[in-house]
């Protein structure tokens, strides 16, 4: 397992970068008058990412760790765990290309 030293550096090195959107909001909260509101606001989005975070995170150890419960111990299980992990990047890196034709396309209507 991995040392909690090790795992704090990376909440730490994600965190470090300030998030562009809590940027906008706290200079458009300035412009308005409204600062404290702003910076309120910027912790509730905070805690949100946190939240969202956290979870996501837990699911996919929990997942990957029954995963590799069910697959077994044998090299054909740690095979099929690598399969099904190249098969979600896979998935990711499709649904990547169509949102960015998606992007790309003609827009109809209007």
């Known amino acids: 397992m991995t040392a909690w030293r090790d795992m704090a ?8 970068r300030p998030c562009s ?3 906008i ?4 909260a300035l412009s308005q008058g409204l600062f404290a509101a702003g910076i309120v606001a910027t912790f509730a989005m905070a805690v949100g990412t946190a939240i969202t975070t956290g979870a996501l995170a837990t699911v996919a150890v929990l997942a990957k760790g029954l995963a590799v419960r069910l697959a ?7 095979r099929a765990v690598a ?7 896979a ?8 949102l ?3 992007l790309w ?5 209007s």
């Open 9 to 16: 550096a990376v909440v730490v090195a994600a965190g470090i």
């Open 25 to 28: 909001l706290l200079v458009f």
């Open 100 to 102: 960015l034709a998606g």
């Open 83 to 89: 399969a099904l992990e190249v098969l979600a990047a």
């Open 105 to 109: 396309s003609p827009t109809s209507g």
């Open 21 to 23: 959107g809590a940027i």
């Open 72 to 78: 077994g111990e044998s090299a054909g299980g740690a």
């Open 91 to 98: 998935f990711v890196l499709v649904l990547g290309a169509v």
